[in-house]
């Protein structure tokens, strides 16, 4: 079936960057965008970019542009956010999610910041 | 960018009854409106989406209307598994995706 797995929780400390993995299955990666989008604790949906796994090519959410960068890997079906400069306000769940079979959501991957 | 607005933020109602949650947009995105709901801990669900159309295995209760720039999602019989948080989403834009600052539905 369709799913997109997401790599796990990260501790990271201020002032480093993250790299966060989302695998497609049970679909053609390239058909479908991939967005990131992240939710801070007891927080609303924050859309932070997508990546066209075709091409490569991204669009980024006006907060995250110059520290977020979104890549792919066709060979392994995979999409990448990484978010550099990282301040505590940056703890958050980070999720994946493709417009395959109309909504489909990774499971979520765990960023805390923390000295 | 597109701005969208939900209300209330939260709201608490009985088993059985009719629960009403709004969406505007700051400018009109046609039908361009998904509704999602979200429990802790677990990714958002995708309930409706082009305003009106249900999400395949989504129970007939939940219902969405509207178009341009005011849109709602009903409940129409609240039962104790719809106790979540619900979120609204343009996709309108072609170039980002905007959600409404969600609204928790509890049970009195």
């Known amino acids: 079936q369709v799913q997109l797995l997401q790599s796990g929780a990260e501790v990271k400390k201020p002032g480093a960057s993250v790299k966060v993995s989302c695998t497609a299955s049970?679909?053609?990666?390239?058909?479908?965008?991939i967005h990131w989008v992240r939710q801070a604790p007891g927080q609303g949906l924050e859309w932070m970019g997508r990546?066209?796994?075709?091409?490569?090519?991204?669009n980024y959410a006006q907060n995250f542009r110059g520290r977020v960068t979104m890549t792919r890997d066709t060979s392994v079906s995979t999409a990448y956010m990484e978010l550099s400069g990282l301040r505590s306000d940056d703890t958050a769940v980070y999720y994946c999610a493709s417009p395959v079979g109309r909504s489909t959501w990774g499971q979520g991957t765990l960023v805390t910041v923390s000295s | 960018d597109i701005q969208m607005t939900q209300s209330p933020s939260s709201l608490s109602a009985s088993v059985g009854d009719r629960v009403t949650i709004t969406c505007r947009a700051s400018?009109?995105?046609?039908?361009?409106l998904n509704w999602y709901q979200q429990k802790p801990g677990k990714a958002p669900k995708l309930l409706v989406y082009?305003?009106?159309t249900l999400q395949s295995g989504v129970p007939s209760r939940f219902s969405g209307s509207g178009s341009g720039t005011d849109f709602t999602l009903t409940i129409s019989s609240l039962q104790p598994e719809d106790c979540a948080t619900y979120y609204c989403?343009?996709?309108?834009?072609?170039?980002?995706?905007?959600f409404g600052q969600g609204t928790k539905v509890e049970i009195k």
């Open positions: 400018q009109s995105i046609s039908s361009r």
């Open positions: 990546v066209n796994p075709n091409s490569g090519g991204a």
């Open positions: 082009a305003a009106s």
């Open positions: 049970g679909y053609t990666f390239t058909t479908y965008y």
């Open positions: 989403q343009q996709s309108y834009s072609p170039l980002t995706w905007t």
